[in-house]
């Protein structure tokens, strides 16, 4: 392609390592993200895309993680080779991550106020893109929000004589942007006083004072309600088309996927099948696995027929299947599917799959 | 409907909430949350009813109270022509054969120490079934829901999600029982093995003559799997009608925000703008007036006052608002 990538991952193969069990939870994973380019990787549990995602950050857990071989680039720096001290300071500036559990993913001991100084201090002290986006920082004087010590203790323990801190223009601002009436207050309160919701808005708050070069999201939406998940959907868009930024959605939702999604990236047992354009993929999924998972999703109304469904369940990554590891559940499988494992090679010109049936002789 | 299995009238559940001894000793009354808040509802023979709504909305509350497996606060749940809710001991006892519950999470509903046989096998035993006849029964349900022959012997962690459900709807339907409450049964699973589960539960619906309540947030299953529909906002029942006619020629306004802010499995229908906003309001304290009102576009004062009735708005189609042929006329225009 002849446009630069932002990200890509190349090549990458990483394993689950415990004393009596191997698990190959990627295998081989190639992956590319355009600047502005919203992608989702689609899978069900146990896929591997949550470890896609973790090993982008750095945020694997190593051991039992191990990552045997592969790159991951940004802006063409390997950020594998990075050390640690390196790679802290690309967190939060270039990738930013939104976790499933919204609410575990706050401390719970400061306010929300706090925090959000905290992602604006990060950004500022890290030298992120200082002069971007239409926040303008006005009268860091008023800010006390990040006051620690006993002072702090004494306001938790007193919960009606809490004072009230003021924060800055900027935290109440990116608030109001996600749409928290009344930030003022907000600001001022711990996480368990907010709902699931809230708290993924402010999550997501985060994640636009940051301005980071590429968001990584994992399942943002499965642990809230429908109609906050539509406000949270439309807040990533935004915050593409606002800020710029990249979005990694990792979700087990395709229509999740097909609401935000510029390319979808499909995983099946640790692997990509199939990486294509969102209506393309949508209209024409070229992998059987694809095309078993959109007729799977309930669209019609009960006396409208069956639905269909893929037989069987999700290998085992202890001992996946030889040759194509989806060949066990496909009904178009052949002989060649059992005993040689196919490679993801383009189908079109904006397309990948890693399908026999699609190879070209 | 002349053939009604289930019939709920004003059944009103409130948990209290955790409350401080020097409140009890001061005399401080406890708040409560209106989980269930005076619902009727009936349920015809071997329809499915699905019960959709936001989490905290009640609907497992609701559940769970018909099945009496929680006490009523007040109202009535007549089975079969028959007041459960005033019987009680071994006449009950003999009623909760009849009904029976498939919860959500199949990783935690099925005891990890017992063999799949002896799990199936539990109700059949503890209604004092003769042991010939309970290893006959489980094999017949253990091959009604396509499990593998050998897997009887085997314990639950051994199987994966869906085969996991598998087993729990064999447990519940070895009793032979008229009535069974799906909770969430396949939102723990994966999409391609959600439709496996779906279409067994219709297969098994069919063959034995079930009826299901289908307790759901999932607006593509209800569709897939229910005759008619109710919506459930903050512990009341806003809207209930057939599938077809809910989902397409939504009453209340809150029905019609809950559908359009479902995503759609297709790029080119994308949701242009979030239709709702806010979140949902507490069950301790409800708003005054229509418990939506805080959230809807439409609100007047007279929501705000004034709480609207269930009430019938076209032949088998009940809604809970003031302006429902208003909203309905607005919609369809629009």
């Known amino acids: 392609m002849p446009e630069e990538n932002l990200l890509e991952v190349q090549g990458l193969t990483v394993k689950y390592r415990s004393a009596v069990k191997e698990i190959a939870a990627l295998n081989n994973v190639y992956l590319s993200i355009r600047p502005a380019q919203i992608v989702a990787v689609v899978g069900e549990s146990g896929c591997g895309k949550s470890t896609l995602g973790l090993s982008i950050i750095r945020l694997l857990q190593k051991p039992p993680a ?41 401390d719970p001991v400061y306010t929300v106020g706090t925090q959000i100084e905290e992602a604006i201090d990060v950004r500022e002290k890290r030298g992120g893109n200082k002069n971007y986006g239409p926040f303008p920082r006005n009268n860091p004087e008023i800010r006390k929000g990040t006051e620690g010590g006993l002072k702090r203790i004494l306001e938790v323990q007193l919960p009606h004589s809490r004072k009230e801190m003021k924060y800055s223009g900027e935290a109440v601002d990116v608030l109001k942007r996600v749409q928290i009436a009344d930030p003022e207050r907000v600001l001022n309160k711990y996480p368990h006083e907010l709902s699931g919701g809230m708290v993924q808005r402010v999550m997501v708050a985060q994640a636009l004072v940051e301005r980071p070069s590429i968001l990584i999201a994992d399942e943002p939406t499965s642990a809230i309600d429908v109609t906050t998940q539509a406000q949270v959907l439309k807040l990533m868009r935004e915050l593409r088309n606002d800020v710029s930024s990249s979005i990694l959605l990792i979700t087990h939702d395709l229509a999740v996927a097909a609401q935000v999604a510029e390319r979808i990236a499909v995983m099946y047992a640790g692997e990509i099948v199939e990486y294509a354009d969102v209506t393309e993929l949508f209209e024409h999924p070229s992998h059987p696995y694809t095309e078993g998972l959109l007729k799977s999703l309930p669209r019609q109304y009960r006396d409208e027929g069956r639905l269909e469904s893929i037989a069987g369940d999700v290998p085992d990554l202890k001992s996946p299947p030889p040759g194509c590891r989806f060949h066990p559940r496909c009904k178009y499988a052949f002989e060649r599917c059992r005993v040689e494992h196919p490679e993801l090679v383009e189908s079109n010109s904006n397309s990948k799959v890693a399908c026999f049936l699609r190879y070209q002789n | 409907m002349s053939e009604d299995i289930l019939k709920i009238e004003n059944l009103v559940k409130f948990f209290p909430t955790p409350h401080s001894f020097l409140e009890k000793v001061r005399g401080i009354e406890g708040l409560q949350v209106h989980a269930v808040d005076d619902v009727s509802l009936t349920i015809a023979n071997k329809e499915t009813l699905g019960l959709v709504g936001e989490s905290g909305s009640g609907k497992t509350t609701l559940g769970r109270t018909i099945l009496m497996l929680e006490p009523r606060n007040s109202g009535k749940i007549i089975f079969q022509g028959v007041a459960i809710s005033d019987i009680s001991g071994e006449e009950l006892r003999q009623y909760r054969r009849k009904m029976q519950i498939v919860f959500q999470d199949p990783y935690s509903s099925l005891d990890p120490r017992a063999r799949i046989m002896d799990i199936i096998a539990e109700p059949l035993r503890a209604f004092g079934a003769k042991k010939d006849g309970i290893e006959e029964a489980v094999k017949r349900v253990a091959d009604a ?138 069950t301790i304290n409800p708003p005054q007036g229509c418990r939506f009102n805080p959230r809807c576009r439409y609100a007047r004062d007279i929501c705000r006052a004034e709480e609207p009735r269930l009430r019938e708005v076209s032949a088998g189609h009940w809604a809970a608002c003031h302006f429902a042929e208003d909203f309905a006329a607005e919609v369809s225009r629009s």
């Open chain 1, 66 to 106: 191990e990552i045997q071989s592969g790159q991951i680039l940004l802006y063409g720096k390997n950020l594998l080779s990075l050390t640690n001290k390196e790679m802290t300071k690309v967190r939060g500036t270039s990738i930013s991550m939104i976790f499933q559990e919204p609410m575990s993913s706050l």
């Open chain 2, 145 to 282: 829901v396509n499990l593998p022959a050998d897997s009887l012997t085997r314990f639950p962690h051994e199987f994966s999600g869906g085969q996991r459900q598998r087993i729990a709807i064999a447990r519940a339907i070895v009793m032979n029982p008229e009535f069974i409450i799906l909770d969430e049964p396949t939102s723990a699973l994966d999409s391609s093995v959600q439709a496996q589960i779906l279409n067994l539960l219709r297969e098994i619906q069919e063959e034995l003559g079930l009826t299901y309540l289908l307790i759901t947030h999932n607006v593509g299953v209800v569709r897939y799997m229910a005759n008619r529909i109710a919506v459930m906002y903050c512990g009341k029942l806003v809207e209930i009608g057939s599938t077809r006619e809910v989902l397409e020629h939504p009453f209340h306004p809150y029905t019609s925000a809950l559908i359009t802010s479902i995503p759609q499995p297709d790029p080119t229908r994308r949701m242009a703008e979030a239709t709702i906003t806010g979140d949902v309001p507490s």
